[in-house]
């Protein structure tokens, strides 16, 4: 039951130029959404969320859109850098917020 | 703060032996959660503890998995008898639960755990 989907596995890009990831889900009663950064032999870190009131949160070159019609939302990464390369994971809860459901991850990769 | 430590790093076993994962919550955290990450299912919920007591553990897989919190700055979970099938990275995360309700969680390293 994958509530929470990344549908592409992994996306590159030129340094520099903009990263777009994006993340759907079914579940209408999540109202908080977060995206994680998971380096190689580490955890999960988080990096940004956005709660469902808004439909923009932006924090220095990264910002996460939602749209809740749609039932998507994408994270900008603008200017993509090198060191941005990670698997990141799209998340979304409900309720309490403690059962948070995680989407498969899309592998970044910025190219210098 | 030292951040969630988890050990060991790594743990590698034959089926059918006893498996004993230990993590240690960032101090003052309330809540802590312990995940699986697969090729197959990805990163998924196993149980999670609010000040020391299991809320909902609706995400263990089997019988054969159990977790416990004795105290705030410790949990462990266990896999008896242990099962190839059970190989994957196990994640601790622990997060306040002042953070406006908010649900930014922080993660240790991970165990990976190899069953052969």
């Known amino acids: 039951d994958q509530q929470v989907k990344q549908n592409s596995p992994s996306l590159s890009v030129q340094e520099g130029r903009i990263s777009i990831l994006n993340c759907d889900y079914t579940?209408?009663?999540?109202?908080?959404f977060l995206w994680y950064k998971k380096y190689p032999a580490e955890g999960p870190t988080f990096l940004i969320s956005?709660?469902?009131?808004?439909d923009k949160n932006e924090d220095g070159r990264f910002t996460v859109f939602l749209n809740k019609s749609a039932k998507h939302l994408s994270l900008h990464i603008v200017p993509s850098q090198p060191g941005d390369s990670a698997v990141y994971f799209c998340?979304?809860?409900?309720?309490?917020?403690?059962?948070?459901?995680f989407g498969a991850g899309t592998r970044l990769t910025v190219k210098p | 703060d030292a951040g969630v430590i988890q050990s060991p790093r790594h743990e590698v076993t034959e089926m059918g032996q006893e498996v004993t994962l230990r993590c240690k919550p960032i101090?003052?955290?309330?809540?802590l959660f312990w995940y699986r990450q697969t090729m197959m299912r990805g990163l998924e919920l196993l149980i999670y503890?609010?000040?020391?007591?299991?809320?909902?553990d609706s995400g263990m897989p089997e019988d054969r998995f159990s977790a416990k919190m004795p105290n705030a700055s410790f949990s462990t979970l266990k896999i008896q008898p242990s099962e190839p099938r059970d190989s994957a990275v196990y994640f601790c995360?622990?997060?306040?639960?002042?953070?406006?309700?908010?649900?930014?969680?922080?993660f240790g390293p991970g165990t990976r755990l190899t069953v052969l």
């Open positions: 995360a622990s997060r306040s639960g002042t953070s406006g309700g908010y649900n930014e969680q922080f």
């Open positions: 579940n209408s009663m999540f109202d908080y």
């Open positions: 956005i709660s469902s009131i808004k």
């Open positions: 998340a979304a809860s409900a309720y309490t917020h403690n059962d948070m459901r």
């Open positions: 101090s003052g955290h309330d809540y």
């Open positions: 503890f609010n000040n020391n007591v299991p809320i909902d």
